[in-house]
T-cell receptor
Framework: QKEVEQNSGPLSVPEGAIASLNCTYSDRGSQSFFWYRQYSGKSPELIMSIYSNGDKEDGRFTAQLNKASQYVSLLIRDSQPSDSATYLCAVRTYNTDKLIFGTGTRLQVFP | SAVISQKPSRDICQRGTSLTIQCQVDSQVTMMFWYRQQPGQSLTLIATANQGSEATYESGFVIDKFPISRPNLTFSTLTVSNLSPEDSSIYLC?????????????FGPGTRLTVT
């Protein structure tokens, strides 16, 4: 079983819609959760971090964490074509500095 | 957040040679990491660069192939030795990761290596 799993996509949504990206993880000791956006040919850019159960909102982005279900998600409201990218979920487990990355979900927002 | 630069941004190297990649952070950081990202794939951690001690390598990566230096809290180098076409990849440096700070990591722009 992979440690961090994401659907590879592509996830296609129309402009203005809500994009929902999902991630599951296997280690119950995981403490910190991150979403990175990676445009083609560019390096990953940190867009959200979440550490406790519930929702965390930042502009059009909302991260949701459910530790009991070992599930973290990213919602992008009012999706724009500029949001088209690969979104990487990353997890830091207890007492370590390392991040474990999922394989990423490719998001396509069409006009 | 830390601002990270890498040099070179890209290089084409011949088989059997080596490439050294430099990573500079604009502030002192405790943790620096080196990743590899092969085309269409996610990030694979090569090693954690420890200041003042040897790097900590992940399974499948060895010091002879990927020697790493970390002379201070703002700088690290990764050398990819005895290059083969299988080493063609993007190499990324990241910084941060302090547990007290939540563990966020910030990435440099990457180095695209092509081995011919």
């Amino acid at each position: 079983q992979k440690e961090v799993e994401q659907n590879s996509g592509p996830l296609s949504v129309p402009e203005g819609a809500i994009a929902s990206l999902n991630c599951t993880y296997s280690d119950r000791g995981s403490q910190s959760f991150f979403w990175y956006r990676q445009y083609s040919g560019k390096s990953p850019e940190l867009i959200m971090s979440i550490y406790s159960n519930g929702d965390k909102e930042d502009g059009r982005f909302t991260a949701q964490l459910n530790k009991a279900s070992q599930y973290v998600s990213l919602l992008i409201r009012d999706s724009q074509p500029s949001d088209s990218a690969t979104y990487l979920c990353a997890v830091r487990t207890y007492n370590t500095d390392k991040l474990i990355f999922g394989t990423g979900t490719r998001l396509q927002v069409f006009p | 957040s830390a601002v990270i630069s890498q040099k070179p941004s890209r290089d084409i190297c011949q088989r059997g040679t080596s490439l050294t990649i430099q990573c500079q952070v604009d502030s002192q950081v405790t943790m620096m990491f080196w990743y590899r990202q092969q085309p269409g794939q996610s990030l694979t951690l090569i090693a954690t660069a420890n200041q003042g001690s040897e790097a900590t390598y992940e399974s499948g990566f060895v010091i002879d192939k990927f020697p790493i230096s970390r002379p201070n809290l703002t700088f690290s180098t990764l050398t990819v030795s005895n290059l083969s076409p299988e080493d063609s990849s993007i190499y990324l440096c990241s910084a941060g990761g302090q547990p007290a700070g939540g563990g966020e990591q910030y990435f440099g722009p990457g180095t695209r290596l092509t081995v011919t």
